[in-house]
């Protein structure tokens, strides 16, 4: 189980499915063989952004002069990647990334699992106040290719387990 506040109800998220645990893990080794000694890269660790909220992301990449520590702030935070479930869809597409954004994570990545498919969003300086603050990136449906804040090129079938290609 997964527990995160929001002002300051208490939202909690099952288990998540093997799938979603083999694209998290196979993504998080590629970041991290991207990333040189800073940034790190982390797995489920919470962002604070107040005492009555926080969010856990999947993988996120930050810049701390303490990188292991069980929480990080969201200046430390240079990208917060969620991955879909099925129970997730409203929480990962419009609330998360509209609290991101509000707090100035430079960018998110969201991956679909069914078809498996990422969506690259970095902050939209003319983004409407009152709306999801990022814009989304362009690229081809079949890679995660991304320059900043890690430069990574991957073909999204890499990250899925055998049983699931």
Not at 150 to 156: F, I, R
Request: aromatic share 6%; glycine share 6%.
């Amino acid at each position: 189980m997964r527990y995160e506040l929001t002002d300051p109800a208490l939202t909690e998220s099952p288990s998540p499915s093997s799938l979603h645990q083999a694209v998290s893990g196979r993504l998080f080794a590629r970041l991290d063989a991207a990333c040189p000694d800073d940034p790190a890269v982390t797995q489920a660790v919470e962002i604070r952004f107040g005492p009555e909220l926080t969010r856990i992301p999947d993988l996120l990449v930050v810049r701390s002069t303490e990188p292991g520590r069980h929480w990080f702030s969201p200046a430390e935070v240079l990208l917060a990647v969620e991955i879909e479930s099925p129970g997730s869809l409203v929480e990962d597409r419009i609330v998360t990334p509209s609290i991101y954004s509000a707090h100035d994570i430079p960018a998110f990545w969201r991956i679909e699992l069914d078809p498996i498919r990422a969506r690259r969003h970095t902050i939209d300086p003319g983004a409407a106040v009152g709306t999801i603050g990022y814009r989304e990136l362009g690229g081809p449906e079949d890679r995660l290719v991304a320059d900043e804040p890690v430069p990574l090129d991957v073909a999204l079938r890499d990250l899925l387990p055998g049983w699931a290609r």
